[in-house]
């Protein structure tokens, strides 16, 4: 992305390349899983509402019981067997009972637990309290019953003498007894309020999932069923029975919906073992004052179903704001297809899998591998080789015989200019005719053959060279140098060609300047590269071999005889 550091920066636009690959298999590919993507976009779309705004119910409660049932010794009606609430948005409903009946504060035997069985006073300590003990005791150990003897305790008297629930429940015919809930909700985003109790509610009702399922008064009996439990069952140790109210509104005008809908579940873990307290029980006392002013009391351990009443929900309705954010969300899914293909194409290239020209043909369309700017990296070519070599190593050794990494060669660019520039000189032009790159031409003169040919070059033209980035040979095997080309004495060394191209980029160039040599050389640099590479991208690190660099320098020498060599880039 270009730096905002102008005006004009700001106002640029970028946009991304794209490779189309024409290819039935990755198309029909492309557009199947489009369309699985688009299915289920448009499913959840309409199934979730995603394009409502939604907010969450506030809710109260509230609870009425009715039912009579008579046992053997009393008649129980609602004030009876309901109890305040045991907590919030929840009713009681007494199932079985222990009664204690008679108790006065005073001395007494303890109930025979493990700690309290003794023999003798030494067994008991004044003073002492168990947490599960029924008073403090006196220190004294006396009988419990003819064949057991306890530590003496102050209490109410007597104790409590029995520990487990009667069966069957003593209150077991609380199942056809019913109860009334009335729910309110509110959902503030929306200044929406409803309850559940509607204006056509006829009371004489009960509530069935398939006959009645609107109808707020319940069971319990059906209550219990609908949970999965047995009323008998429950009713003798207690438990805890969820009422779940889920209101799921539509509040769209062309599809307004906002009705409750009921659900049962048992809350307690109904298979706890005995010692560790299952269901739900507590105790409470009535108290009363006696003739003599003496105070007495009934104590009463209560078993019974405790329901707990839970309401949730959501409402939702149409907003265009949030239409957008889910379409704009749903647009990365498309991009699967994208990725599926992608790897398709890219995972044939790896060696785990097996090789496909075809595969590979597209990689190399799409990818495209771009070396970082180290000064180790450096670009070759031979005339006797048809790709580019790009090198990034720490030369050990002469630069002619490490081997690179093959880069494809783009010389589009160069073959228009070259035939810009050959159609200027007219009297060239027709001597190249159809002439082969390598085909040798007579030299003036060649001080060569006098000099020792190194050892790591095969045309017998390079100079000797110190440093290992310039021992370079225009050939990887022996053969013509590709100085002696027709078309290197053409493209490369002419000086009208080489003029042409400086005026070409300077059309007021002085062409009579002491500096014209210094520039004729370097730019028959540049056109040796462009014609060998291709690629002006590629100048800088473009490596020329010594063949070539010293016959340009034989051409176009410099005024004091020294020349600056290839230089590294960092």
């Given at each position: 992305m270009a730096g905002c550091c102008s005006l004009n920066n700001v106002c640029e636009y970028e946009t991304s390349k794209v490779v189309r690959i024409q290819s039935v298999y990755y198309g029909s590919l492309k557009?199947?899983?489009?369309?699985?993507?688009?299915?289920?976009?448009?499913?959840?779309?309409?199934?979730?509402?995603?394009?409502q705004k939604k907010d969450s119910v506030i809710s109260s409660v509230h609870t009425k019981v009715k039912g009579v049932s008579q046992t053997e010794t009393r008649i129980w009606d609602t004030a009876e067997y309901t109890l305040p609430m045991q907590g919030i948005?929840?009713?009681?409903?007494?199932?079985?009972?222990?009664?204690?009946e008679n108790q006065v504060q005073g001395l007494c035997p303890e109930f025979p637990i493990a700690k309290a069985v003794c023999s003798t006073d030494k067994s008991c300590m004044k003073g002492h309290m168990d947490p599960r003990s029924n008073g403090i005791q006196t220190g004294r150990c006396v009988k419990y019953n003819t064949t057991i003897k306890t530590c003496e305790v102050a209490a109410w008297c007597p104790v409590e003498s029995v520990k487990r629930a009667p069966e069957p429940a003593i209150l077991r015919s609380a199942?056809?007894?019913?109860?009334l809930i009335k729910?309110?909700?509110?959902?503030?985003?929306?200044?929406?309020?409803?309850?559940?109790?509607?204006?056509?509610?006829n009371t004489s009702?009960?509530?069935?999932?398939?006959?009645?399922?609107?109808?707020?008064?319940?069971?319990?009996?059906?209550?219990l069923q609908a949970a999965g439990e047995k009323f008998a069952e429950v009713a003798v140790q207690g438990g805890i029975i969820g009422i779940e109210i889920n209101w799921d509104c539509n509040l769209d005008k062309w599809l307004h919906r906002c009705s409750p809908k009921y659900g049962f579940r048992r809350l307690?873990?109904?298979?706890?073992?005995?010692?560790?307290?299952?269901?739900?029980?507590?105790?409470f006392a009535k108290y009363y004052k006696q003739a003599n002013g003496k105070e007495e009391r009934t104590l009463i351990k209560a078993y019974g179903i405790r329901f707990d009443i839970l309401v949730f929900g959501t409402a939702g309705q149409f907003n265009f704001f949030e239409l957008l954010v889910y379409i704009g969300s749903a647009l990365s899914y498309f991009g699967l297809a994208q990725l599926v293909?992608?790897?398709?194409?890219?995972?044939?290239?790896?060696?785990?899998?097996?090789?496909?020209?075809?595969?590979?043909?597209?990689?190399?369309?799409?990818?495209?591998?771009?070396?970082?700017?180290?000064?180790?990296l450096f670009y070759v070519t031979f005339v006797d080789e048809p790709h580019i070599f790009m090198i990034d190593k720490y030369l050990r050794t002469s630069l002619q015989k490490i081997k690179g990494e093959i880069i494809q060669r783009n010389t589009g660019d160069f073959k228009r200019a070259v035939k810009r520039q050959l159609q200027h000189m007219d009297e060239e032009a027709t001597s190249l005719?159809?002439?082969?790159?390598?085909?040798?031409?007579?030299?003036k003169g060649d001080a060569s053959s006098s000099r020792e040919r190194p050892a790591w070059c095969s045309c017998g033209k390079c100079h000797p060279a110190q440093g290992f980035l310039e021992q370079l040979c225009c050939r990887r095997k022996d053969g013509a140098c590709i100085t002696v080309s027709a078309l290197f004495e053409r493209l490369v060394l002419s000086r009208s060609m080489l003029e042409f191209v400086l005026l070409y980029k300077e059309p007021l160039l002085d062409l009579q300047a002491e500096t014209l040599n210094t520039q004729l050389r370097h730019c028959a640099y540049k056109q040796y590269i462009q014609w060998r590479f291709g690629d002006d991208n590629l100048e800088e690190r473009a490596v020329i071999p010594s063949c070539c660099r010293w016959k340009i320098r034989d051409v176009f020498p410099s005024e004091n005889g020294e020349y600056a060599g290839f230089r590294k880039k960092k």
């Open positions: 557009w199947a899983i489009h369309t699985i993507v688009f299915m289920y976009v448009c499913v959840v779309l309409i199934a979730d509402r995603r394009y948005d929840s009713f009681f409903v007494v199932t079985n009972i222990i009664m204690t199942e056809n007894f019913t109860v729910n309110n909700i509110h959902f503030p985003k929306f200044n929406y309020t409803k309850r559940n109790i509607l204006p056509e509610f009702c009960t509530h069935n999932k398939t006959t009645a399922p609107h109808c707020p008064i319940f069971r319990l009996g059906d209550i307690d873990d109904k298979k706890t073992n005995e010692a560790l307290y299952p269901g739900y029980n507590f105790r293909v992608d790897f398709l194409i890219t995972s044939y290239v790896f060696r785990c899998f097996s090789h496909n020209p075809v595969k590979e043909y597209y990689y190399q369309k799409k990818c495209e591998s771009v070396p970082g700017p180290r000064w180790t005719g159809n002439s082969e790159e390598l085909q040798p031409i007579q030299n």
